[in-house]
Each structure stands twice: as structure tokens, then as C-alpha cells.
């Protein structure tokens, strides 16, 4: 797709259009949420989407295991995230000239509890009609009580549960698609990928104040890319696992230094987080040259060329 080519077909806007008004959906024996079975940052406490062994509705419909539904205005890709017995999105609204947006619900009623402008853009179509202004997924500090959200480009802030804005700050890059990595939370850590054509790194954020506590930049060459960085431990050592165009890092969450990288020449656009498990960290290498590589982690240095599990 040109990046300055916007056609979009008829009948992908229809659907597109269809799904500007969607729900949220709470299950039987999902409805009450403790503190243990929280749910806060993309693919969940873990970063590995892995779920408590609790019960799980398998069927359901408007008369089984739906406790609750209520419709959300806007359009967004993102993740629900909770925690303390509230449940987070963002969306975006095409009127009053872009609003992107936080939302919060109770999780046992699904009653709004807070519905908060954190920035008006001047865009009102996503540059990708596969995607939306508002796809990353909030994160939740270990407390519960603040929230990070991300719209690429467009801005990053954290906000507390009231919905008061803490602070705001905004890293520009161009993206052909739009936006699509989430933010994560370590420690007092807010970290984030940014890649784009012009400028490709990953930022650790103070997660107080907003301000940038290191920036490792991506070595050229640099595409776009839309991952999530994963935090892992590995012994005594934690590894935060960037993914980007072209190579993945692994770095030191505190310091940004890095420890090992891998390279893989043409994979870009890539989009999935990395899974760790076994000794190895699982890493999709991107567009036209789609490959799964595992790569241990115990390496230094460039480990490109060390052995892999398979891929």
C-alpha cells in the first residue's frame, strides 16, 4: 500500500462503518474479578497471554453466560485491561475533529465510570483501513491505580482512575499504517517501541513524570514495525525483548544497554510480541519474509549466527 494512497473499498468501509459502535462482553464466571486474576497490559499479567485456570464459559449468547453488555461509541483495535474491578479500552471518535479517547467500566455491572479526551487530533480516518487510531492497549501500574495509554504518534500519557490527566508526551515518527505496539510497565518503568521510517527506538519512560529516562536507537537500517516489548528474567537477569524491523534486542530494562541481538534480513512490518519460554524467546521475523525463530537467551553480543532451536 503507497503510503500516500488512501482508497479505501466501498465494502471494507461498510464493515468498517458496522463496527464503529461495538461492545464489550462480560461471561458468566468472569463477571467478578480479584485482584489475583487482574488483567493489566496487553496479552495479560504474564505478557504471554496466559489466563488463570479458573471456569470458562464456552458457548454463549443473549440468553447464556452473558452477565453484561454495553455498547461503546468510537472505533478501536485495542485490548480491555484490569484491574481493582475495572476494566479499561480506548476508542477513538471521528467528531469535534478526532477525540482519542479513555474509557473505564465496572466490571460486575458495566456501568461507565470514567470517559476522558487525553488528546484531539485534527485526523479523522485511519491511514490503514485494517487498523484504527486507537490500537494499542492500556497498561495498569501494579497498583491499580493508574493507567498508561498510547496512540503512536499522536501521544502517550498516563492518567489516574478519576480520569484526571498526569502528564502527556508525544514521540513523532512516520508509520505508513498507523499506530499498533502497547505500552508495558516495569518497575517505575514505562516502555515502549517506536518504529517508524524516519526514526526506530525503544523509549523506558519515567512512569511519574513522563520524562525519558533512556532511548536505545535502532541501528540502520530501520522500517516500520508494531510490537510490544516483553520483559522476561532470565536467572538473576532481566532482559526487556524489542522487537523491530530487521533484528530483535534484548536490553537491560534499567539502563537501555543491550545484551544480545539477532538479525534477520527483510522482515519488517512485524507486529507479534515475543513469547519466552524453554530457555528460548520465540520472535516472528515480519512481512514478505515471514519466519518463527527461537532464540536462546543466555547469549552476548550478536547471537545471529549461534544456534537456534528451530525456526
Known amino acids: ?29 468472569t463477571c467478578t474479578v480479584t485482584q489475583g486474576n487482574d488483567w493489566p497490559e496487553f496479552r495479560g499479567p504474564t505478557g504471554q497471554g496466559i489466563a488463570a485456570d479458573t471456569p470458562v464459559a464456552l458457548e454463549w449468547n443473549e440468553d447464556k453466560n452473558i452477565t453484561w453488555k454495553t455498547q461503546i461509541p468510537g472505533l478501536g483495535w485495542s485490548s480491555p485491561v484490569i484491574a481493582n474491578d475495572k476494566v ?13 479517547r479513555l474509557l473505564g467500566f465496572s466490571t460486575t455491572t458495566g456501568e461507565s465510570i470514567a470517559d476522558v479526551e487525553v488528546f484531539r487530533i485534527g485526523d479523522t480516518e485511519p491511514p490503514n483501513p485494517k487498523n484504527s487510531l486507537a490500537s494499542p ?8 491505580n493508574r493507567i498508561y495509554v498510547h496512540f503512536g504518534a499522536y501521544g502517550t500519557a498516563a492518567l489516574t482512575t478519576t480520569g484526571e490527566i498526569l502528564w502527556t508526551i508525544r514521540l513523532p515518527y512516520v508509520s505508513q499504517h498507523g499506530n499498533g505496539g502497547s505500552p508495558i510497565v516495569y518497575d517505575d518503568l514505562v516502555l515502549l517501541n517506536v518504529d517508524g521510517y524516519d526514526t526506530a527506538f525503544i523509549v523506558a519512560l519515567d512512569a511519574a513524570t513522563g520524562n525519558e529516562r533512556w532511548r536505545a536507537t535502532r541501528p540502520e537500517p530501520i522500517s516500520q514495525a508494531y510490537t510490544t516489548p516483553h520483559v522476561i528474567s532470565v536467572g538473576q537477569q532481566q532482559q526487556v525483548i524489542s522487537v523491530a524491523a530487521f533484528r530483535t534486542i534484548a536490553l537491560n530494562p534499567k539502563s537501555g ?12 512490518s512485524n507486529v507479534p510480541r515475543p ?12 512481512f ?8 536462546r537467551v543466555d547469549g552476548i553480543g550478536d547471537v545471529t549466527n549461534s544456534p537456534v532451536s528451530w525456526k
Open 137 to 144: 492497549t492500556p497498561a495498569i501500574d501494579p497498583s491499580g
Open 275 to 286: 513469547v519466552y519460554g524453554h530457555g528460548f524467546v520465540y520472535i516472528t521475523t515480519g
Open 1 to 29: 500500500m503507497n503510503a500516500t494512497h488512501r482508497t479505501v473499498d466501498p465494502n471494507v468501509r461498510n464493515l468498517r462503518d458496522q463496527a464503529c459502535l461495538w461492545f464489550i462482553v462480560f461471561f458468566v464466571g
Open 288 to 295: 514478505q519474509t515471514p519466519t518463527l525463530l527461537a532464540i
Open 257 to 268: 544497554e543491550e545484551i544480545w541481538h539477532v538479525n534477520y534480513p527483510n522482515g519488517f
Open 88 to 100: 479499561w479500552l480506548t476508542t477513538f471518535s471521528a467528531t469535534n475533529n478526532g477525540s482519542l
